[in-house]
C-alpha cells in the first residue's frame, strides 16, 4: 500500500479483556516498530523487528505486552488482561532499511481506551 | 539521566510570524537528531535529522534547525508560519550505539490569524 496502515483506528476495551492491534508495513520494509503515546506525552519505544526477528523488546511495559511478526510483513501487538494505564495512541513505523540512517514511516495509529 | 527536553508545552504564534521551537538533549555522545510533526489525525511526519557535517540543516515545509554542541540543542525554526503549521512538534534522537527513537514531550503549536 502507499502507506503503514493500522487497524483498528480506535479500540474501546473493557479492563481485563485481551486486545489486538494490527500494523501492515510499507511492502518490503525491513525494519518495523511499534511505540506507545500516552496523552500529552512523546512516543515511547515498545518493540523493534527486523524481518521476523524481534531484535528488542525492551520497551514493552509488562509481561501482558506481546508482539509478532511472523512472516516479517504484518505485526500485532496483543495486549492482554488491558488495564486502564494502557490507555494510549499505538503507533506502528517502518523502514526499508536496518539502521537509523533509514527514514521512518508512522502509521496514524490505534487509540485504545480502557474502561 | 539521558533525556531529550522540550521546555515549551505550548506556544501560540501569529500567521506570518516566525517560529522557534527548543529542543535540548542530555547524552553521553551527540545523538542522531531529529523533529517530527504530527497533525491531528495523522501520522508522525519526518521534517529534518542531523547526523553529521553542516549544523544548519533544512527540511521539508520551509523548516530548518541547528545543532549547536554547545548548548545540546538542536532548535527547531521557521521564518514565516502559515496556519497549516499549526500541530504537535516532536525532537526525537538516537542515541550512539542504539537503533530507535527517543522522543521529548512535544511542543504543541497555535497559530492564529
Known amino acids: 500500500g502507499a502507506g503503514v496502515s493500522q487497524s483498528p483506528r480506535y479500540k474501546v476495551a473493557k479492563r481485563g479483556q485481551d486486545v489486538a492491534l494490527r500494523c501492515d508495513p510499507i511492502s518490503g520494509h525491513v525494519s518495523l516498530f511499534w511505540y506507545q503515546q500516552a496523552l500529552g506525552q512523546g512516543p515511547e519505544f515498545l518493540t523493534y523487528f527486523q524481518n521476523e526477528a524481534q531484535l528488542d523488546k525492551s520497551g514493552l511495559p509488562s509481561d501482558r505486552f506481546f508482539a509478532e511478526r511472523p512472516e516479517g510483513s504484518v505485526s500485532t501487538l496483543k495486549i492482554q488482561r488491558t488495564q486502564q494505564e494502557d490507555s494510549a495512541v499505538y503507533l506502528c513505523?517502518?523502514?526499508?532499511?536496518?539502521?537509523?540512517?533509514?527514514?521512518?514511516?508512522f502509521g496514524n495509529g490505534t487509540r485504545l481506551t480502557v474502561t | 539521566a539521558q533525556s531529550v527536553t522540550q521546555p515549551d508545552i505550548h506556544i501560540t504564534v501569529s500567521e506570518g510570524a516566525s517560529l522557534e521551537l527548543r529542543c535540548n538533549y542530555s547524552y553521553g555522545a551527540t545523538p542522531y537528531l531529529f523533529w517530527y510533526v504530527q497533525s491531528p489525525g495523522q501520522g508522525l511526519q519526518l521534517l529534518l535529522k542531523y547526523f553529521s557535517g553542516d549544523t544548519l540543516v533544512q527540511g521539508i515545509k520551509g523548516f530548518e534547525a541547528e545543532f549547536k554542541r554547545s548548548q545540546s540543542s538542536f532548535n527547531l525554526r521557521k521564518p514565516s508560519v502559515h496556519w497549516s503549521d499549526a500541530a504537535e512538534y516532536f525532537c526525537?534522537?538516537?542515541?550512539?550505539?542504539?537503533?530507535?527513537?527517543?522522543f521529548g514531550t512535544g511542543t504543541r503549536l497555535t497559530v492564529i490569524p
Open positions: 513505523a517502518s523502514s526499508g532499511g536496518t539502521g537509523v540512517f533509514s527514514p521512518l514511516h
Open positions: 526525537a534522537v538516537v542515541p550512539t550505539g542504539a537503533n530507535n527513537l527517543f
